[in-house]
């Protein structure tokens, strides 16, 4: 598989991935809800982009001979039954929560 540039993306196949840079990094630590200084952004983007150019190398490695590995045994390990089970009552699910409201867990507004 060639690796190519085009624009602000490379390509690996199919799949373009964006170039990690400091706003990129500063996008996704806002949508989690991090605050990082400049100097933390430049460090994890080069940290980012190293881990991406690493996982493009191995996407090209030919694996079309490599036989899946599975647990020697994966055809004799006992499935447990799925049953349903009792689970907690509404008032036990709720005892332990920080803060309740409309008979249901408050949890703070994340959605601009």
Do not use: C
């Amino acid at each position: 598989m060639a690796l190519r540039t085009r624009g602000n993306a490379r390509t690996v196949g199919k799949v373009d991935s964006p170039a990690v840079d400091r706003p990129l990094v500063l996008h996704i630590a806002k949508l989690a809800s991090l605050s990082l200084s400049g100097d933390e952004a430049d460090r994890l983007a080069k940290d980012l982009a190293q881990i991406i150019g690493y996982v493009e190398q191995l996407s090209a490695v030919d694996t079309s001979d490599v036989v899946a590995a599975v647990p020697a045994q994966a055809d004799r390990i006992p499935w447990r039954l799925d049953e349903a089970r009792p689970g907690l009552s509404h008032d036990d699910a709720l005892a332990q929560a920080p803060q309740v409201e409309s008979g249901g867990f408050a949890v703070p507004t994340f959605v601009e």
